[in-house]
């Protein structure tokens, strides 16, 4: 379906990107590394715009076994990858795979804790996006940002798919579709269908101020339906009338 060579911004090396479905955003992988094109381009994202982003503080919710996500733990001192795993007190390390707990809705960290929070196709899952913006924006320092992907297939407003009840139930308002989930083979739920008052929404919800970043580059493998980084600044409003 496509073979092309070209360099890959998470391997930093020449590399091929092949695809054996027309739906790239799901198959066209680096050979080298396995990463998706939406993971190239967050990773193109940081190069650009967070240069020095291996001496940054860095937490990644549910980061994937692969890709951005092991190059950003590799590479970054200051990174913490979390995961939502209630069997482990919130805070505390997993004993085996290394990660923090955290209901990224309700976070244990401190304010200003970190200087960029990823969070990789999370959002379309959460049943409170709005609480974790604000947290996010909480743990973020002045001058940090969110970088993030989340799919946006509606041109119209957003819909949400399912909500959780009072009861603590899970209400389903359409037909259930389900994603990979890295530490669950069942799949992770999707929530809301976003369109494009996504980000004015989220922004009320965090006070970040978000840039949409969109790359399409087969030099770096970056080619692909609804692959869109979006980048929320925390910015410190100073100027005095
Ligand atoms: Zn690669």
Known sequence: MLDVAGLCPICEAESRFVARDPWFRDHLLCVQCGSLPRERALMATLHRFYPHWRELRIHESSPAPRGASLKLRRECPGY????????????????????????????????????????????????????????????????????????????????????????????HLDVPVYHGNPIDDSGSLVTIDYGLDMVPWLDGCSGLTTTIVMIDDLSQGIRAELNEVLVSRKIAARLEI
């Open 80 to 171: 913490i990858g979390s995961h939502y795993e209630p069997s482990i007190p919130f805070g505390e390390v997993h004993p085996e795979h290394g990660l923090r707990s955290e209901d990224l809705e309700r976070q244990t960290f401190a304010d200003e804790r970190f200087d960029l929070v990823i969070t990789q196709d999370v959002f379309e899952h959460l049943f409170r996006p709005d609480l974790a913006a604000a947290e996010i924006a909480r743990t973020l320092a002045v001058g940090g940002a969110h970088v993030f992907t989340a799919p946006m297939p509606l041109q119209g407003p957003s819909v949400r798919r399912a909500r959780r009840g009072e009861d603590g139930e899970i209400e």
